[in-house]
């Protein structure tokens, strides 16, 4: 991937986490309305960055916990495995993996 995309793409997947978090940190029902309301475009990005770049576990890593945030957790899991195969140190996979892990 071209670094300019690649920084853009960081930069992306940088702000769509640190306002999920934020809007989790205030209330979770919160958290979930903004993922209602902004949640397709937030994917369709991730999914963008994916087409250009399949293996960019932070894309895979971040749409994972949009997916788990949502109940989604099939396609978490997947998206939490793909980071890892990428990335075997990504934290934020990891992480989604094991609450993933303990609550089945």
Do not use: W
Not at 29 to 54: E, S
Not at 81 to 95: F, G, K, Q, W
């Amino acid at each position: 991937m071209d670094s300019t995309i690649s920084r853009s793409f960081s930069l992306l997947v940088a702000a769509c986490a640190a306002l999920f978090m934020a809007a989790a940190a205030r209330d979770s029902a919160f958290a979930v309305h903004m993922l209602i309301f902004a949640g397709a475009g937030i994917l369709a990005a991730f999914a963008t960055a994916l087409k250009l770049d399949p293996q960019y576990a932070p894309a895979h890593a971040q749409r994972g916990m949009i997916y788990l945030a949502t109940g989604d957790n099939d396609r978490a899991r997947t998206d939490f495995r793909d980071a890892l195969s990428s990335e075997p140190t990504n934290e934020i996979a990891t992480a989604g993996l094991s609450r993933l892990d303990g609550s089945q």
